[in-house]
């Protein structure tokens, strides 16, 4: 839909939007009789609120559908492409770290005889750069970079100090509102209010 016929569409929306803005912003509760002018108002608003609901709907309901349609069609190719690029760089891995576990022992090997005086470091030097894995490979169809990264393993969760540790907020307000007890958390009531349009009412 073309940007200036939804904005002419969303006129009579917007109009309503801004009117009931301005009605919320002048609006003040003093008493009783004030609460069923705002009672009134917060129906008109939820009305407005569906308004642009039922619009929004009409436009991202189809856009939403056909993308989940897209995802689902393209789904087993991505799958398949991205098993078959797993496996090589799987066996790719796995003959790096063989080579450089190779290349550690003959290094070790020429450090030694650097150490005992029976080979130059400027030999050394050659002979550790003559079997140190490529890092990098290069042919027609592109290119692969090997490269030393550093990830983070938890070896005891009990350990970790509670400044890492992150609360499970869903978990904890479903057990506690459900009457179970937990050390540190209490539930506390507080007035909230629901606006309800006069059509559900009827």
Avoid: C, H
């Amino acid at each position: 839909m073309e940007n200036a016929k939804l904005s002419q569409e969303l006129a009579p929306i917007k109009a309503q939007t801004t009117k009931a803005e301005a009605a919320a912003t002048a609006l003040q509760i003093k008493t009783t009789d004030d609460l069923t002018v705002a009672t009134e108002l917060l129906g008109k608003i939820k009305t407005v609120g569906k308004m642009i609901t039922a619009k929004k709907e009409s436009i991202t309901k189809p856009l939403n559908e056909a993308l989940k349609n897209a995802r689902a069609f393209f789904a087993p190719l991505e799958k398949q492409w991205w098993d078959a690029e797993k496996i090589v760089k799987d066996k790719m891995i796995d003959w790096q770290t063989k080579q450089l576990a190779l290349a550690a022992k003959k290094t070790e090997v020429i450090e030694k005889k650097v150490e005992a005086g029976k080979m130059t470091f400027d030999k050394a030097a050659e002979k550790i750069e003559a079997v140190t894995p490529q890092k990098n490979v290069t042919t027609n169809a592109g290119a692969a970079q090997f490269r030393t990264v550093k990830e983070v393993v938890i070896d005891n969760e009990t350990l970790i100090p509670r400044e890492y540790l992150m609360l499970d907020m869903v978990k904890i307000r479903k057990v506690a509102l459900a009457g179970v007890v937990i050390p540190g958390v209490r539930v506390v009531e507080k007035q909230a209010v629901a606006g309800i349009t006069k059509s559900m009412l009827e």
